[in-house]
């Protein structure tokens, strides 16, 4: 009898054993080798990698896409939870099926084990779209118009997720100044590492794939400059590297000084007087409320070909009793009325061609090739999405709106900006909300990934 008992223990424990072989192998086999070849030659504690899922409960196939979308963050909710419960991790971009997130490597094959988890890749890289496809219009209208061997700039915008591995929870609302310096500091550190690393990568694999280019590099975006010859740029635009490519207006030569005796700040002054009655007064002094309109803080922001942008703040004749009167969106920016007393948007177009002055409202967005790029530069007005608040669009809104949609974070609060177009009534609209529907949904954050990658 023992020795049937010993039998049938020895037994058990010989399935068993099988049982967790079979089962760890399933875990590897889900896992992609390059991720172990990352980690056996890493000389951190953590990596940002792609992962693949699904979860019957939530169909994503078959059904329309706001269901999709609907079921895919639903999905998404019931990982995260799962996740919380292996430990750190951190959200980076999103789509349906697909999650980029940081990871200790210690809870990689943990991750991978999870039953509604598919695989686990090195985040995707590269682009199959066709060489035509990637030139936005305005270097396809320069195109036409210049020989093979002309020379030409671009801005390259290079085809990887730029999410870096940060090691370090975001600080909560109660955290110490310092908290939130260190945190910081760490992250843009960790950032701009991983961004100069892959850009000098990529910029290697461009000049080795096509001879001739000058490459300049950037070291927080994934983004270079390269000057060329406009018989390469498709060569150029055809390499999986490339994402998006953009003609570089700023670097054409400037139109020939005229012999009109009268600088843009003489006929800014004229122009002030006959449209406004406005005179020009010391930047540093009060203004005069009620006795007569000025302007103040006058400065020529950037030239352009044809076209000088200008900002200029006007103060009528009466101080107004609010701080944000309304808002416009230029382009892909929202410029408002902030202090008061000033009564409109204080920037200008000078337009060389017609010798005259346009309010910002009264510009069509695409008149003036480069303005609107200008704008973004200089970082004037707010950018639609911008749901941190801080001036720029980066992959942290897409992040910030998709951790509120997953309850992991929220947007803050009556972050809205009042628009009114023509005799339309005024109505609000929250920053988060990319794409102006009046819903701040996953579409929102995928629209704001497709613009930093330049679809």
């Known amino acids: 009898m023992k020795k049937a008992i010993a039998v049938l223990l020895t037994l058990l424990i010989t399935l068993s054993c099988l049982t967790l072989a079979v089962s760890a192998t399933a875990v590897t086999e889900k896992i992609d080798p390059a991720v172990f070849e990352h980690i056996a030659n890493a000389d951190d504690d953590g990596?940002?990698?792609?992962?693949?899922?699904?979860?019957?409960?939530?169909?994503?196939?078959?059904?329309?896409?706001?269901e999709a979308v609907e079921n895919d963050r639903k999905a998404q909710h019931e990982l995260f939870e799962q996740l919380r419960e292996i430990g750190y991790f951190e959200i980076g971009a999103f789509s349906i099926g697909k999650i980029n997130i940081g990871l200790p490597y210690e809870s990689?094959?943990?991750?991978?084990?999870?039953?509604?988890?598919?695989?686990?890749?090195?985040?995707?890289?590269?682009?199959t779209a066709p060489a035509e496809a990637k030139l936005d219009s305005v270097l396809k209208e320069k195109l036409s118009g210049m020989s093979d061997d002309s020379e030409i700039d671009l801005v390259i915008w290079l085809a990887y997720t730029d999410c870096a591995y940060i090691g370090m929870s975001e600080p909560g609302d109660?955290?110490?100044?310092?908290?939130v310096d260190a945190y910081l500091t760490l992250m843009r550190g960790k950032r701009k590492a991983y961004t100069s690393a892959?850009?000098?990568?990529y910029t290697e694999r461009i000049a080795a794939a096509v001879e001739g280019v000058e490459i300049t590099p950037m070291t927080l975006t994934p983004m270079v400059f390269i000057h060329t010859t406009a018989g390469k740029v498709l060569d150029v635009a055809a390499l999986p590297e490339v994402g998006s490519v953009y003609y570089e207006a700023s670097t054409e030569p400037l139109d020939p000084p005229t012999e009109d005796p009268m600088t843009v700040s003489e006929k800014f002054e004229k122009w002030m007087y006959e449209k406004k009655k406005?005179?020009?007064?010391?930047?540093?002094?009060?203004?005069?409320?009620?006795?007569?309109?000025?302007?103040?803080n006058y400065e020529e922001l950037y030239t352009g070909r044809g076209w000088t942008l200008i900002h200029a703040e006007f103060y009528g004749f009466f101080l107004?009793?609010?701080?944000?009167?309304?808002?416009?969106?230029?382009?892909?920016?929202?410029?408002?009325?902030?202090?008061?007393?000033?009564?409109?948007?204080?920037y200008y177009v000078y337009d060389a061609m017609s010798d005259t002055f346009y309010p910002i409202e009264n510009v069509c967005t695409d008149a003036y090739d480069g303005l609107l790029e200008a704008m973004s530069q200089l970082r004037i007005g707010r950018p639609v999405g911008d749901a941190d608040g801080d001036k720029d669009l980066t992959v942290l809104d897409a992040t910030l709106i998709q951790r509120s949609l997953a309850e992991?974070?929220?947007?803050?609060?009556?972050?809205?900006?009042?628009?009114?177009?023509g005799t339309s009534p005024w109505y609000s609209t929250a920053y988060a909300d990319a794409d102006s529907d009046g819903e701040i949904t996953v579409m929102d954050a995928t629209r704001i990934q497709n613009r930093i990658a330049g679809r």
Request: hydrophobic letters at 30%.
């Open 108 to 127: 990689i094959e943990k991750v991978a084990a999870l039953p509604n988890v598919d695989s686990v890749t090195m985040p995707e890289e590269g682009s």
């Open 408 to 421: 992991l974070d929220k947007l803050p609060e009556e972050d809205v900006y009042t628009e009114m177009t």
């Open 198 to 201: 892959k850009n000098k990568e």
């Open 320 to 346: 107004q009793p609010w701080e944000v009167v309304a808002s416009i969106v230029f382009g892909d920016r929202v410029l408002s009325w902030r202090a008061p007393g000033v009564e409109d948007y204080a």
């Open 174 to 179: 109660d955290a110490t100044h310092e908290e």
């Open 278 to 296: 406005a005179v020009k007064c010391n930047d540093d002094e009060t203004p005069h409320y009620g006795e007569r309109s000025e302007y103040r």
């Open 47 to 66: 990596m940002v990698v792609e992962i693949h899922h699904h979860n019957d409960a939530y169909p994503t196939e078959g059904v329309s896409e706001q």
